[in-house]
C-alpha cells in the first residue's frame, strides 16, 4: 500500500505567514519508491500556471497573428513559450527553496515605498488579464446563449464563490477542475485542426525559423509583443511561486531538490500543452482564414461567425465557444487566486479568505465592467490585444526581481541559479525590456 510523507512544515519567522497559508502544505505527496507515484503528486501547480497561456487574451492575438499574417508568428509563439517554461522553472524554485513567494521576496528585500509600486504594477497586470478573461468568457456566453455581453461579464465576475466552494473541499479539487477545462479546450482545438486541414510545411518551418519581418514592421512587432504578453504573464510567476507550496515534501534540502525536480516536469508537462493549444489557435486562423482572404479577423465573434461556412462543418463554431467559455472560467479562476497572493505578498494584509478574494476580484472586475459599459461588443478585439500589450509592459516589473532574488547565492542557498541558468534569465527579461521600448518607439513615431 502507497504510504505519504508526514513531514512536518518548517515554522516560518515571527510574524511570518506562509503563502497561501490556508493551503500550505495541504497537498500530501506519494513516498513511493516509484518514481512515477512521486511525480503524480505534483501534478497541478503546472496546469494552474498553464491556464494564463490559453486565456482569451491568447485567442485574440493568436486569431488577428494568424488571419493577418499567415504562419509567420508561430515562432514567437515558440519563443515566448520557451522563455515561459525558464520564467516559470525559476518562480517554482524560489518558492521551494526559500518558501517565500515573489511577492514575498520583494516586500522582504525592498523598501516600502518600492514595493507599493511593485504592487501598483502587478494589480494593473492582473487587472489587464482579467479583462481578457471576463470578456473572453463573456463573449462565449454571449454567442452560446444569446446573453449580453455586460450581463456575461457580471456572471462570470461570481467565479470567486466557485473558487471558495472548491478551495474549502481542498486545493486539489480546484487544480481536477482546472486540469479538466484544459483537456476540454484541447480536445476541441485539435478537432478544430483536423477539420482546418492546414500546410505542415509552413507551420514546421515557421515553427523554429523567425522572419525579419517580425522586427521591421511596426503592426507585425506590435502582435508579436501582444503574443508574449499573453503568453508569458507577470501574474504567473507570482502565482506559481506561492502554489507549489501546496505539497507536502519534506522540508529539507534533500526533499526540496526532489520537489524542484518533480515540479519542473509539472510545469513543463503544462507548458508544452499550452503551447499545442497556443499555436492551434493560429494555424486554424490561418488555415481559416488568412488562406480564404480573411485577413482581418481580430473580433472572437467574426471568428465564430466564420468558422462553420468557411469550413462546412456545423459544429465549428460551437466548439470554438465552448474551447472560449472553458478558457475565460479557467482563467479567472487562476487569476483572482494571483490577485490574492499579490496582496497578501506586498502589503501582508490579514484578512479572512473570502475578504480578501472579493477585495481581489472587486480591483480587477471593476475596470472590466467600465471598459465593457463603454465599449459593448464593438472593438473587443482590439481591447483584448491591447491588454495583453499592457501585460507585456508590466512583465519586466517581475522579471527582474525574479531573475535577481533566484540568482543570489545569501537567498537561496545551494538552490542558486547556475551560471547559464544565471545568464539565460537575465537575456530573456533584457529581451523583454528591449521589445517594450521598442514598441513604445514606433508606437511614438
Same mark, same amino acid.
Given at each position: 500500500?502507497?504510504?505519504?510523507?508526514?513531514?512536518?512544515?518548517?515554522?516560518?519567522?515571527?510574524?511570518?505567514?506562509?503563502?497561501?497559508?490556508?493551503?500550505?502544505?495541504?497537498?500530501?505527496?506519494?513516498?513511493?519508491?516509484?518514481?512515477?507515484?512521486?511525480?503524480?503528486?505534483?501534478?497541478?501547480?503546472?496546469?494552474?500556471?498553464?491556464?494564463?497561456?490559453?486565456?482569451?487574451?491568447?485567442?485574440?492575438?493568436?486569431?488577428?497573428? /494568424? %488571419?493577418?499574417?499567415?504562419?509567420? #508568428? !508561430? *515562432?514567437? @509563439?515558440?519563443?515566448?513559450?520557451?522563455?515561459? =517554461?525558464?520564467?516559470?522553472?525559476?518562480?517554482?524554485?524560489?518558492?521551494?527553496?526559500?518558501?517565500?513567494?515573489?511577492?514575498?521576496?520583494?516586500?522582504?528585500?525592498?523598501?516600502?515605498?518600492?514595493?507599493?509600486?511593485?504592487?501598483?504594477?502587478?494589480?494593473?497586470?492582473?487587472?489587464?488579464?482579467?479583462?481578457?478573461?471576463?470578456? /473572453? %468568457?463573456?463573449?462565449?456566453?454571449? #454567442? !452560446? *446563449?444569446? @446573453?449580453?455581453?455586460?450581463?456575461?461579464?457580471? =456572471?462570470?465576475?461570481?467565479?470567486?464563490?466557485?473558487?471558495?466552494?472548491?478551495?474549502?473541499?481542498?486545493?486539489?479539487?480546484?487544480?481536477?477542475?482546472?486540469?479538466?477545462?484544459?483537456?476540454?479546450?484541447?480536445?476541441?482545438?485539435?478537432?478544430?485542426?483536423?477539420?482546418?486541414?492546414?500546410?505542415?510545411?509552413?507551420?514546421?518551418?515557421?515553427?523554429?525559423?523567425?522572419?525579419?519581418?517580425?522586427?521591421?514592421?511596426?503592426?507585425?512587432?506590435?502582435?508579436? =509583443?501582444?503574443?508574449?504578453?499573453?503568453?508569458?504573464?507577470?501574474?504567473?510567476?507570482?502565482?506559481?511561486?506561492?502554489?507549489?507550496?501546496?505539497?507536502?515534501?519534506?522540508?529539507?534540502?534533500?526533499?526540496?531538490?526532489?520537489?524542484?525536480?518533480?515540479?519542473?516536469?509539472?510545469?513543463?508537462?503544462?507548458?508544452?500543452?499550452?503551447?499545442?493549444?497556443?499555436?492551434?489557435?493560429?494555424?486554424?486562423?490561418?488555415?481559416?482564414?488568412?488562406?480564404?482572404?480573411?485577413?482581418?479577423?481580430?473580433?472572437?465573434?467574426?471568428?465564430?461567425?466564420?468558422?462553420?461556412?468557411?469550413?462546412?462543418?456545423?459544429?465549428?463554431?460551437?466548439?470554438?465557444?465552448?474551447?472560449?467559455?472553458?478558457?475565460?472560467?479557467?482563467?479567472?479562476?487562476?487569476?483572482?487566486?494571483?490577485?490574492?497572493?499579490?496582496?497578501?505578498?506586498?502589503?501582508?494584509?490579514?484578512?479572512?479568505?473570502?475578504?480578501?478574494?472579493?477585495?481581489?476580484?472587486?480591483?480587477?472586475?471593476?475596470?472590466?465592467?467600465?471598459?465593457?459599459?463603454?465599449?459593448?461588443?464593438?472593438?473587443?478585439?482590439?481591447?483584448?490585444?491591447?491588454?495583453?500589450?499592457?501585460?507585456?509592459?508590466?512583465?519586466?516589473?517581475?522579471?527582474?526581481?525574479?531573475?535577481?532574488?533566484?540568482?543570489?547565492?545569501?537567498?537561496?542557498?545551494?538552490?542558486?541559479?547556475?551560471?547559464?541558468?544565471?545568464?539565460?534569465?537575465?537575456?530573456?527579461?533584457?529581451?523583454?525590456?528591449?521589445?517594450?521600448?521598442?514598441?513604445?518607439?514606433?508606437?511614438?513615431?
Amino acid at each position: 500500500m502507497e504510504t505519504t510523507t508526514t513531514s512536518t512544515v518548517t515554522k516560518p519567522e515571527t510574524g511570518r505567514l506562509p503563502s497561501l497559508s490556508g493551503a500550505h502544505a495541504s497537498v500530501r505527496v506519494s513516498n513511493s519508491h516509484q518514481l512515477w507515484r512521486r511525480a503524480a503528486g505534483f501534478l497541478g501547480p503546472g496546469f494552474m500556471v498553464a491556464v494564463g497561456y490559453m486565456d482569451p487574451g491568447n485567442w485574440a492575438t493568436d486569431l488577428a497573428a /494568424g %488571419s493577418k499574417y499567415g504562419y509567420t #508568428l !508561430l *515562432f514567437v @509563439i515558440m519563443a515566448s513559450n520557451l522563455m515561459a =517554461i525558464l520564467l516559470q522553472s525559476l518562480a517554482l524554485k524560489l518558492g521551494i527553496a526559500t518558501e517565500r513567494d515573489l511577492a514575498q521576496a520583494c516586500r522582504d528585500r525592498y523598501s516600502r515605498p518600492v514595493n507599493i509600486v511593485l504592487w501598483i504594477f502587478a494589480e494593473i497586470a492582473i487587472a489587464a488579464c482579467d479583462l481578457a478573461e471576463v470578456i /473572453g %468568457s463573456a463573449i462565449a456566453l454571449e #454567442l !452560446l *446563449f444569446g @446573453i449580453p455581453l455586460i450581463v456575461g461579464v457580471i =456572471i462570470t465576475s461570481l467565479d470567486v464563490l466557485l473558487i471558495l466552494l472548491l478551495e474549502h473541499r481542498g486545493f486539489r479539487y480546484l487544480e481536477a477542475f482546472v486540469m479538466v477545462l484544459i483537456g476540454t479546450i484541447a480536445v476541441l482545438f485539435g478537432i478544430e485542426i483536423l477539420l482546418s486541414r492546414p500546410e505542415w510545411s509552413p507551420i514546421l518551418y515557421n515553427l523554429f525559423v523567425p522572419s525579419k519581418s517580425i522586427v521591421s514592421n511596426p503592426e507585425m512587432l506590435y502582435i508579436a =509583443i501582444s503574443i508574449l504578453g499573453a503568453t508569458v504573464m507577470p501574474h504567473n510567476l507570482y502565482l506559481h511561486s506561492s502554489i507549489v507550496q501546496t505539497r507536502d515534501y519534506p522540508r529539507t534540502l534533500a526533499g526540496k531538490r526532489e520537489a524542484i525536480r518533480l515540479a519542473n516536469f509539472d510545469s513543463a508537462t503544462a507548458l508544452t500543452i499550452a503551447l499545442f493549444i497556443n499555436a492551434a489557435i493560429l494555424i486554424v486562423a490561418a488555415a481559416v482564414f488568412h488562406r480564404s482572404g480573411h485577413t482581418e479577423v481580430a473580433e472572437i465573434s467574426d471568428a465564430y461567425k466564420l468558422l462553420t461556412p468557411l469550413l462546412g462543418f456545423t459544429g465549428a463554431s460551437m466548439m470554438f465557444a465552448l474551447a472560449l467559455l472553458a478558457s475565460g472560467q479557467n482563467s479567472t479562476i487562476t487569476g483572482t487566486l494571483a490577485g490574492q497572493i499579490v496582496m497578501e505578498g506586498f502589503l501582508d494584509l490579514r484578512l479572512p479568505n473570502w475578504q480578501r478574494r472579493l477585495i481581489t476580484r472587486l480591483i480587477a472586475i471593476v475596470p472590466t465592467i467600465i471598459v465593457t459599459a463603454i465599449y459593448g461588443s464593438s472593438g473587443t478585439g482590439r481591447l483584448l490585444v491591447f491588454s495583453q500589450v499592457i501585460l507585456s509592459m508590466q512583465l519586466s516589473f517581475a522579471v527582474f526581481p525574479l531573475v535577481r532574488f533566484t540568482s543570489d547565492s545569501a537567498l537561496m542557498g545551494s538552490f542558486v541559479n547556475k551560471a547559464w541558468i544565471r545568464i539565460a534569465g537575465w537575456f530573456v527579461a533584457l529581451l523583454i525590456a528591449a521589445l517594450n521600448g521598442w514598441l513604445l518607439l514606433e508606437t511614438f513615431r
